[in-house]
């Protein structure tokens, strides 16, 4: 892979997140899919459709073993760089990260009780003034997510984003041009987490909004209302072919009540503040968390969606890594 494609542009805006150094071992690993996926890209993925010019959408530079027959020799001439012209049916994988920025996504965060208390709304361009979101299960999606799209763009496919609070905050249709990896780590990284959790009502409208089918890769610590009916959202993007794997982000701060005695509990979604004695319900609670992520997980893998239990404990990097690895074997 040359240096021009993995590179930022000079003078554009470098994502926090963004760690281009720590990811130079994972760029010759490819993000695949277990099922059919519309492309054409021979040996890449198994495609739903080969051949046609399609319609035009985009550029991209040269990497060596392209096909010579794409090139745009105009462009060539003019500027004296090589770009690929890309076609609408010429990217075998679309992948579209639906990221979940409730208020819940702050559990982790040192001010989340003051956030919470105080009902901070930041523009998401004031980045001096942004809250501590650092340790939060937002902060990890935000390190995994930036990372993968850059993979899957470095891979030569498509990546787009859904950002989920009430409904959609926020929409980029999948794309595998370099301006997409900026325009998506810029809004990774501007992601700010409120209000409660509307995941099924978000992932409908974006049904209706996506085009063709592709892989969803869902981001959530799913703390919902009504799961079935995420379930339900699920099911109805699988009878339109897509594919769909979850992860399912768990802070260690939620795995098991804290040590010691007495405790006030604040509500990262508006649900109010209990105070307790720790103890009385400490074994309560672990049996209750672990019923909870074994409904998600048999609710996801009943639907046909793939399921992968994360703590945010780990390292961003290794869970990609291992991810990338159970992906192409």
């Known amino acids: 892979m040359n240096s021009q494609q993995s590179s930022p542009t000079a003078g554009q805006h470098l994502s926090r997140f963004f760690e281009p150094s720590k990811l130079g071992g994972l760029e010759k690993m490819r993000f695949t899919t277990s099922r059919r996926v519309e492309g054409s890209y021979s040996g890449r993925h198994v495609a739903k459709r080969r051949g046609g010019a399609g319609e035009f959408v985009d550029y991209r530079e040269y990497s060596p073993g392209d096909d010579l027959r794409r090139l745009d020799w105009k462009a060539m001439g003019r500027t004296g760089r090589t770009y690929l012209k890309l076609f609408q ?25 003051t956030l919470r208390k105080q009902g901070l709304v930041l523009s998401p361009f004031v980045r001096a003034q942004r809250p501590d979101y650092s340790g939060s299960k937002l902060e990890w999606m935000q ?49 700010i987490p409120d209000g409660e959790t509307q995941l099924a009502s978000g992932l409908d409208d ?40 979850t992860l399912h982000l768990i802070h260690p701060q939620e795995e098991r009540l804290p040590e010691g005695n007495a405790f006030r509990f604040v509500g990262l979604e508006m649900d109010g503040e209990v105070n307790c004695q720790a103890h009385d319900l400490r074994k309560l609670y672990n049996e209750r968390f672990e019923q909870h992520v074994s409904n ?34």
């Open 143 to 191: 390190y995994f997510a930036t990372a993968l799209s850059h993979l899957i763009i470095v891979g030569r496919d498509a990546v787009g984003m859904c950002s989920i609070k009430r409904g959609i905050e926020q929409y980029l249709p999948a794309s595998a041009s370099l301006q997409q990896r900026g325009l998506l780590h810029d809004s990774i990284e501007a992601l």
């Open 206 to 245: 974006l049904l209706l909004q996506a085009g063709r089918r592709g892989v969803l890769l869902v981001l959530s610590d799913f703390l919902v209302g009504d799961f079935e009916q995420v379930l339900a959202s699920f099911r109805k993007f699988r009878a339109r072919g897509w594919e769909i794997i």
């Open 296 to 329: 998600i997980r048999s609710g996801v893998l009943s639907a046909g969606c793939d399921y992968h239990r994360v703590s945010t404990a780990e390292s961003y990097l290794d869970v990609l890594r291992s991810f990338l690895v159970m992906r192409s074997a």
């Open 89 to 113: 049916d010429e990217t075998d994988l679309r992948c579209t990260m639906v990221l979940d920025c409730s208020g819940s996504m702050l559990q982790g965060a040192p001010q989340q009780t």
